[in-house]
């Protein structure tokens, strides 16, 4: 089992910078892979980026170039750094922890989610 806690979330201008922390209940370097996602109202929940144990990342087109995902193994805390934010980015973001079962087989865990808005 792994628990997932989120933080930094908050309302702030277009333009304005957020970061977000996810820290989990064991150590991040035992998780296959680590990332964040996001829904906004009447949307489906979205990848907006994510680390695999290797550190290779991934980040959705609509944020490369703005938003860094990154690890402190020593915290057993995943970042998402957030800047040059727009209004299309409000949305309730969600950290994610994967574990790989098998080849064809994994079990994700999530936190409880935070809120970010950003106001035009």
């Known amino acids: 089992q792994v628990q997932l806690v989120e933080s930094g979330g908050g309302l702030v201008q277009a333009g304005e910078s957020l970061r977000l922390s996810c820290a989990a209940s064991i150590s991040i370097v035992s998780i296959d892979a680590m990332g964040w996602y996001r829904q906004a109202p009447g949307k489906q929940r979205e990848l907006v980026a994510s680390m695999a144990s290797g550190g290779s990342t991934n980040y959705a087109d609509s944020v490369k170039g703005r938003f860094t995902i990154s690890r402190d193994n020593a915290k057993n805390t995943v970042y998402l750094q957030m800047n040059s934010l727009k209004p299309e980015d409000t949305a309730v973001y969600y950290c994610?922890?994967?574990?790989?079962?098998?080849?064809?087989?994994?079990?994700?865990?999530w936190g409880q989610g935070t809120q970010v808005t950003v106001s035009s």
């Open positions: 994610n922890a994967r574990r790989t079962l098998s080849p064809w087989s994994h079990r994700d865990y």
